[in-house]
């Protein structure tokens, strides 16, 4: 268990829909990270939060929203969802904005219908 | 840009050891990881590797070499548990993302 809890763990929606993914890092990390992982795919970064402040982005769709509050919890939101937004999203924490090891949840599955 | 080419499968058989390299670009570095990931599962954590030379923890080492923008994972004794996914990954400069490869199948046979 690494601490990092993420919810739902499944989602299953139809296409055009909007879904919430929700991520609680470790006690005590600052940062959070939103990872996308299609099949059979790497990991594509989507954006980094530092105490509560966008700290890097990658090449996160515009229909893609993420923030994270002041209680360090980060809500990643999904939405106008077409068919290959169909993956496995992870979320990460780390204590601090450079770190070089990551604590992973156990991720969210999205499935588009 | 940032990117990272590590080979899409290997195999090896129980108890034997086996070489995992990755080779990046990137405008600067700020360190290189190593993550395992079993099917269905997330990814943990294994090594991490800022200056050049070799890391060893327990039965994995992990090895760099800035010049040549390389790194390897090795992996001893090997048990058919480490059949996985591994994952190299690159941080280009204090305020950049950090980026995954795609990853390295690996299969152990009895």
């Known amino acids: 268990d690494s601490g990092v809890t993420q919810t739902p763990k499944h989602l299953i929606t139809a296409t055009g829909q909007r879904v919430t993914l929700r991520c609680s890092p470790r006690?005590?990390?600052?940062?959070v990270y939103w990872y996308q992982q299609s099949l059979d795919q790497g990991l594509q970064f989507l954006i980094q939060?530092?105490?509560?402040?966008?700290?890097a982005k990658g090449n996160i769709l515009e229909r893609f929203s993420a923030q994270q509050f002041p209680d360090l919890h980060s809500e990643l939101n999904l939405s106008s969802l077409e068919l290959g937004d169909s993956a496995l999203y992870f979320c990460?924490?780390?204590?601090?904005?450079?770190?070089?090891?990551?604590?992973f949840g156990e991720g969210s599955r999205l499935t588009v219908l | 840009g940032q990117s990272l080419e590590q080979p899409s499968e290997v195999t090896a058989v129980e108890g034997a050891i086996v070489q995992i390299n990755c080779t990046y670009q990137t405008s600067g570095f700020y360190g290189l990881s190593w993550y395992q990931q079993h099917d269905g599962g997330a990814p943990t954590f294994l090594s991490y590797?800022?200056?050049?030379g070799l890391e060893e923890t327990g039965r994995f080492s992990s090895f760099l070499s800035r010049s040549d923008s390389y790194g390897y994972l090795l992996l001893q004794e090997l048990q058919m548990k480490d059949s996985a996914s591994y994952f190299c990954a690159v941080k280009g400069n204090r305020d950049d993302k950090i980026i995954f490869g795609k990853g390295t199948r690996l299969h152990i046979l009895p």
């Open positions: 006690s005590g990390d600052l940062s």
């Open positions: 939060y530092y105490n509560g402040e966008e700290r």
């Open positions: 990460a924490s780390s204590v601090g904005a450079d770190a070089g090891e990551l604590f």
């Open positions: 590797n800022a200056l050049d």
